[in-house]
């Protein structure tokens, strides 16, 4: 419910205080026939009074020990909105509880409780009244004078002279008008409100509601919801004369503090600055961003965003919240972006819409050095592109070239619908997963965007960069479960689509539908002595899918030979159905403070065909020779099965030992599997793990394999060639402010909000049938923020770090990776982003392994390099640093082993709710070369850009994530005292 601000509904009826004259009254009464004073009983209501104060203790008591589902029920119940934190929802639930409760239902009651004349007026001041043409037919003015103060409902009128007229039912008040209503403050020179008509106007009129303001010659009174204001304009700048502000022809102003303006100009010390034809704006803020620059590739840009939001929609399925894009490229066209998201207990999306009008473009042939032109470089594709043949019919060997526009879009849909009816103990989910693209690469070329996220996610991710990956994948999913009590039943179908370059267009690879899964987990009972439970599971799975091979193009009419310039269309192998159904029994067990044991014991089949579509193509033939040992697998899969799996588990968190025995025996299969036979799987799973620091893990895994193979196979396996790899994990954080102590979950919850330290991960695996080391991935970083140093005003973040994977056998498959991002705020108005992140393009120049196999084929790195084509030209991590910083030269640089993966770098000025960008950043990017466009050229795409973001339009209390940023950032911390004094206290 939204509720009124500004000028309230007037009702025909005055109280008068004491100290004005009697004779006023009498007036009154002559112009009001219908007003007859209060009549009351002070006892009486003084009962009254204290009924309702104890019924008002009952009800807090009886809601403050309701859980959160009964308060959510008992809303649904009442018809009252459910959403909001569990404080609103207390408070909305005891106000709908109070006013039954206020007074016994009786005939005396309802006949008491009918509409009468109230009289929310109350004459608080003035000087003198006076009563002017008396009628008793047809009433008369009312004029007050001298500092006239009035109360009405919640606020207060303030004038020099206020006039009520009771033939035309109008209250005219002039002189210093002043009128206050909670956090609203309208101000103006004349006052006019109409009683018949509930509406009212102020003329050259002033309205404040924290933070914003709104100046204009009139404002009216539309209705309960809306006021409109003309020749206005409203600022965030509480100045005589603002700084900044916005001027509009038109302004609507809602009770929930949301503005829609009309024909708005944006003005900074009275000069326009730009246009807009309409804005929106509510309570929970909105973003207005435009950037320009230049790219390689794109050429001269122009970026527009504009976010805006709506927190309460007045509808089920209307989003919270909406974006809106714009993009303009010298090079490669105009995209326009929609998107829409909702948040909802019962309700979530995300939609994403998107359409291009993209001009193609081709590689220069010509492409100078990425350093030139002061770093900027120059435009590195052309919208010269080939259009076809010049005179098709004609047969000659000409070619049309010029611009050529290709309409590209895409949609992207998630959805998930849900309901819970908590008496019945039954839930209902709906969940859909729809995304396509005409193009593969629309994020790829017009998702480069550098903006500032502002929501919640900001603090996670600064901005939208270039899609680094081309969506060769689609997917497609619509799953629906339900679940009823101990039973859940779930449909599902989805769709897999891939991208095919040659006919360039998604095509199926694989349908599923129908699926369905049924689960039935019910205890049954309890084990003797071990006093655990018993459940009784029950689980029941079917699925058809159909599995899709290259498309292929259309035959020549009349003839079985493919048509070459024909359309693509999809080609169906095989279609295969698994059912699978079984039941048994588990039990955990606790057998003590340091042991616990799981047996389960299960009983099933499954069955697993496959049918061809017997086109007559060799393909998908029934009768060719892989078809049939592929049927002849899936009936090897298709038996009756006993599984069972057992695990245990001994020790403490400081160190604890599990192991899990897992066996199936296949029975009555179709075909019998020559090589496993009846035995499917037999293993035994070990695990050594250890949480006895906080926020570490560490742990040591392997898996044994105890399956007797028949013996007509004769693999000739050792019994250390049955042990599978053995991964070796350790990663944790190292806290350099509270050590190894239990510290709370996150961030938000700390005390503190500065964090210092260093993040290990090592993933080590070994070859254990072959005893020897098989690869390596370690990642180390050093993270910190929050803190701020004397001459820095603050880091907001700072993350430093590398990643080493290392094959030990196979060391030119090595990979090097290093990464740097800070985001620092220099002084109070100004900051600085920084990202880096780089790679190795050629780790064999690095180890000493590939020199030794050099001398051992007899040769050099540089005759090898010139038989084959790839540079094995030595060198060592010190030399490469400097060859890549231009030390030793362009031809080394060019050279270098580590290169630059992206890096970006902007500079931030914050002034006055406004932000202003300027940045630099440089993407590694591959365009297809060569004469069959089958080679890769690989450059660094580069963009200068400028931005300005708006970015505080909200004009009431601030939204959530605001607030979140102001909590994140609200101490200031220095690091060496951070190291030493551990949690600071509030008052830093």
């Known amino acids: 419910m939204r509720k009124i601000l500004l000028i309230p509904i007037l009702y025909l009826g005055i109280f008068l205080p004491k100290s004005v004259h009697s004779q006023d009254t009498e007036g009154l009464k002559l112009i009001f026939p219908e007003f007859t004073g209060t009549k009351s009983n002070p006892q009486e209501e003084e009962r009254k009074a204290t009924t309702v104060n104890v019924q008002r203790s009952l009800v807090q008591k009886s809601v403050d020990a309701m859980t959160d589902r009964e308060v959510d029920e008992t809303l649904r119940n009442l018809g009252l909105n459910p959403q909001g934190t569990i404080y609103v929802k207390r408070e909305r639930l005891r106000e709908a509880l109070v006013p039954p409760l206020a007074q016994e239902v009786t005939p005396e009651s309802i006949l008491a409780n009918q509409k009468k004349k109230e009289s929310p007026i109350q004459i608080q001041n003035a000087a003198e009244g006076q009563l002017l043409n008396i009628d008793k037919t047809q009433g008369g003015v009312l004029v007050l004078r001298g500092k006239v103060r009035l109360k009405i409902k919640g606020g207060e009128l303030q004038a020099d002279s206020v006039s009520i007229d009771s033939q035309r039912q109008e209250i005219y008040a002039e002189g210093g008008v002043e009128y206050r209503d909670g956090q609203a403050k309208v101000t103006g020179e004349r006052f006019l409100y109409d009683l018949k008509l509930n509406q009212g106007v102020v003329y050259n009129s002033k309205l404040s509601v924290y933070p914003s303001f709104f100046i204009g010659q009139k404002l009216k009174r539309l209705d309960e919801k809306r006021y409109l204001m003309e020749m206005g304009y409203f600022t965030a700048c509480n100045a005589e004369l603002p700084h900044e502000s916005f001027q509009a022809k038109k302004i609507v102003i809602y009770d929930d503090k949301s503005v829609v303006a009309f024909q708005i100009t944006y003005k900074v010390g009275g000069t326009p600055l730009f246009w807009l034809p309409v804005l929106y704006n509510s ?62 207990p019962n309700l979530n999306y995300n939609i994403n819409l998107g359409y291009a009008n993209h001009k193609k473009t081709s590689i220069t042939s010509v492409y100078e050095d990425r350093f030139s032109n002061m770093g900027i470089g120059n435009v590195a594709v052309t919208n010269n592109v080939d259009r ?22 895409k949609a992207e849909i998630r959805l998930n619908a849900k309901s819970n009816d908590f008496s019945k103990d039954t839930t209902r989910n709906l969940q859909l997963q729809y995304e396509n693209f005409s193009n593969r690469q629309f994020d790829y070329e017009y998702g480069n965007r550098y903006e500032p996220s502002n929501s919640i996610q900001s603090m996670y991710t600064q901005r939208d960069v270039r899609f680094g990956l081309i969506r060769n994948l689609l997917n497609w999913n619509l799953n629906y479960t339900e679940n009823r009590g101990d039973l859940s039943v779930a449909l599902g179908m989805s769709r897999t689509m891939f991208y095919q370059i040659q006919a360039n267009k998604y095509f199926a690879a694989a349908d599923t539908l129908p699926a369905i899964t049924i689960r039935n987990s019910s205890q049954v009972g309890t084990l003797p002595y071990a006093n655990s439970p018993l459940y009784w599971d029950l689980n029941v799975q079917t699925n058809v899918n159909r599995l899709y091979g290259a498309p ?29 159904g079984e039941t048994g029994f588990r039990s955990p067990m606790s057998l ?37 040992a592929y049927a002849n697998i899936l009936k090897q899969q298709s038996f009756q099965y006993i599984r069972q799996s057992h695990t245990a588990r001994f020790g403490v968190p400081e160190l604890f030992f599990t192991t899990t025995y897992r066996r199936l025996e296949a029975e009555k299969a179709e075909m019998k599997d020559p090589i496993l036979g009846n035995l499917r799987q037999h293993e035994a799973e070990f695990a050594l793990e250890s949480y006895a620091l906080n926020d570490w893990d560490v742990s040591v895994r392997t898996i044994r394999d105890l399956r007797v193979l028949s013996p007509g196979y004769n693999p000739s396996l050792t019994s250390q060639q049955r042990w599978y790899y053995t991964v070796v994990r350790v990663g944790g954080f190292i806290d350099f402010v509270d050590g190894f102590q239990t510290r709370r979950p996150s961030l938000l919850e700390r005390k503190r909000n500065f964090y210092s ?75 600085i982003e920084l990202e880096l992140d780089s790679r190795v393009t050629e780790p064999w120049r690095l180890t000493a392994l590939a020199q030794g196999q050099f001398y051992a084929m007899s040769t050099t790195p540089e005759l090898y390099t010139s038989q084959t084509g790839v540079n094995y030209d030595q060198t060592t991590i010190f030399e490469d640093v400097a060859a890549g910083s231009g030390a030793l030269g362009q031809d080394k640089r060019q050279k270098a082993v580590f290169n630059i993966n992206r890096f970006m770098m902007t500079f931030k000025l914050d002034l006055h709710n406004w932000e202003y960008r300027l940045g630099y950043s440089m993407n590694l990017r591959a365009f297809p070369g060569g004469a069959s466009a089958d080679n890769q050229l690989t450059f660094y795409d580069q963009s200068v850009f400028f931005s300005v973001n708006l970015t505080n339009f909200s004009f009431g209390d601030s939204s959530s994530a605001q607030a979140t940023r102001v909590r994140l950032y609200r101490f200031r911390k220095r690091p060496l005292d951070g190291l030493t004094s551990g949690v600071a206290s509030e008052s830093q």
């Not at 320009?292 to 919270?320: E, H, I, R, V």
């Open 757 to 831: 330290g260093i993040f290990i991960n090592n993933d080590y695996v070994h070859h254990t049938p072959q005893n020897r080391s098989l690869s390596n991935n370690l990642t180390i970083s050093y993270k910190m923020g929050g803190f701020s140093w004397p001459i820095i005003r603050a880091f907001r973040s700072l993350e430093m770090g590398s990643t080493w994977y290392h094959v030990y056998k196979d060391s030119y498959l090595d990979s090097y990776r290093f990464f740097f991002k800070t985001d620092t705020k220099i002084t109070r108005y100004s900051g």
């Open 283 to 344: 309570e929970s803020g909105n973003g207005w961003l435009v950037q320009s620059g230049k790219n390689n590739t794109q050429g001269w840009f122009l970026q527009n965003s504009y976010q805006w939001s709506d927190p309460y929609p007045n509808s089920l399925f209307l989003a919270n919240g909406y974006k809106f894009r714009f993009d303009m490229y010298e090079k490669t066209g105009q995209a326009a972006q929609l998107e829409a998201w909702k948040v909802s």
């Open 552 to 580: 292929t193009q259309s035959t020549i009419p009349g003839t079985n030979q493919y048509d070459p310039s024909g359309r693509y269309n999809d080609f169906v192998l095989r279609t295969q159905t698994n059912v699978m």
């Open 592 to 628: 003590g403070a340091y042991a616990s044991f799981t047996p389960s014991a299960y009983m099933g089949a499954t069955k697993q065909t496959v049918e061809y579509p017997g086109s007559g193509t060799a393909a998908n033939s029934p009768d060719l020779d892989s078809n049939k």
């Open 388 to 409: 076809g043949e010049q005179f098709p019919y004609a047969g000659l060997p000409y070619r049309n070239t010029g611009v050529d526009y290709d309409p590209w879009w």
